[in-house]
């Protein structure tokens, strides 16, 4: 909420600043300079037991999920946080998970509003205007399974990058955006993104309960014994201040920490999620082995690579060029594959070097090189099977490319 000074400078009622280190309130003053507050008492002895019973219901308590979630919802309490604290939390289930209430009882501990807006109206032309409020942002259904989204607006939001937000009727503002991002969704994070940058951006929390709606149980059949129309309003209406020393705590450990310590489930969530989003980070997975002494042709790699997309992605996808495959394997800053349209060049053929194709790469540079495509390019790609995965030759042993990789290799040893 936005602090309702008065034009004498007048201390609003029962407000002040609370020492996120020491606990302690202090008056709060103009000179603070605060647009907004928690609608919150702060009481150090309050408790939150349906709260946290909430918590473990949906969780199924998982207590390594609990507490990452406890610390990304303190951490929304801190403008001023490090770059390793700034993750949005996205929470992935089926309908019924419990992750509506979730989101709503830690956004509405922060703000009676928030910002709602989605990720195609980012590209409208007033499009971020919502996000000049101090508000978090919350998503109830965030991804579209259908389609892909743009990252570099969503990247700049969530990184506290300055964008330009053109206000209706108004100025260009160049504006920081600091609060907090709260998602759901059904279906996995989607984004039309060939690094890592939004991967390091996000926290996938999964949701894996499903609550009956007939047959209420736990925190929502007490909220419904008692009048209210959700757990999430029950819990806000009664337990207020406990929550927010529950968030409190949560912020002090990761503030301490530093970091978010990640279960094995949402490391994988977010692993699933890049290999999704860079068009060829799935196909190095399934069909290649890094090898420092092996090395296939763009062509070749090109040729299976095309199968494997048919066969993943439909007939109704265009085949990446090879081009656009090139730019994807570089923004997986993966330094045991190199690419190098200069350097990498033998026999009037580019290569990747790094790689070689494993039996699944091979059965599909056969059934391509079987297949009526071959006509007209097989003179790009190899004659025989036995030439794909080609050796990196001796002289090139110089070059920086090779070096980084091998190097990356003697490394790991």
């Known amino acids: 909420n936005e602090v309702d ?47 946290k019973q909430m918590v473990e219901d949906v969780f199924a308590k998982d207590k390594r999920t609990m507490d990452v979630v406890q610390e990304i919802f303190g951490v929304a309490l801190l403008d001023k946080k490090p770059r390793t604290l700034m993750r949005a939390l996205v929470l992935v289930g089926p309908s019924n998970s419990g992750k509506s209430n979730i989101l709503n009882v830690m956004s509405g501990l922060l703000s009676d509003k928030s910002i709602t807006t989605t990720f195609d109206m980012l590209e409208n032309a007033h499009g971020l205007m919502e996000f000049l409020n101090r508000a978090p942002w919350v998503l109830h259904e965030a ?50 993104e060939a690094s890592r940058a939004m991967e390091n951006r996000l926290k996938i929390i999964q949701c894996h309960q499903v609550f009956s709606t007939e ?16 757990p999430s309003e029950f819990v806000l209406e009664t337990e207020r ?83 656009s495959i090139g730019r994807a394997i570089t923004s997986l800053y993966d330094k045991r594959i190199g690419n190098d349209k200069h350097e990498l060049k033998y026999k009037n053929l580019r290569y990747f070097a790094g790689i070689k194709f494993n039996d699944t790469g091979m059965d599909l540079w056969t059934a391509y090189f079987n297949s009526s495509s071959v006509k007209g390019d097989s003179s790009r790609i190899s004659a025989h099977p036995d030439d794909v995965n080609t050796k990196i030759p001796e002289d090139w042993g110089d070059k920086l490319v090779i070096q980084t990789i091998r190097k990356e290799y003697e490394n790991d040893s």
């Open 241 to 323: 201040a406990g929550i927010l020393n529950w968030a409190i705590e949560g912020m002090a450990r990761a503030v301490k920490r530093g970091h978010f310590l990640d279960t094995e489930e949402m490391s994988q969530a977010l692993q699933s999620m890049r290999t999704d989003s860079n068009i060829v980070a799935g196909f190095l997975a399934d069909c290649c082995e890094y090898t420092p002494d092996y090395m296939v042709s763009k062509p070749d790699f090109h040729a299976a690579f095309g199968i494997w997309w048919r066969e993943n992605q439909g007939e109704d996808r265009s085949i990446p060029s090879i081009d």
């Open 143 to 192: 991804f579209d399974q259908t389609k892909w989204h743009f990252s570099s607006t969503v990247k700049a939001l969530l990184s506290g990058d300055p964008v330009n937000i053109n206000v209706k009727n108004g100025p260009i503002v160049a504006h920081v955006f600091r609060s907090p991002v709260f998602w759901g969704t059904n279906s996995p994070p989607q984004f039309k």
């Open 5 to 51: 000074w008065d034009v004498h400078g007048k201390i609003p009622t029962k407000s002040g600043l609370l020492d996120p280190k020491t606990h302690k309130i202090e008056p709060l003053k103009p000179s603070h300079y605060a647009t907004y507050q928690i609608n919150s008492e702060y009481n150090p002895a309050a408790d939150c037991p349906n709260w």
């Open 215 to 230: 047959k209420m149980v736990g925190v929502a059949a007490v909220a419904r014994d008692n009048g209210y129309s959700s």
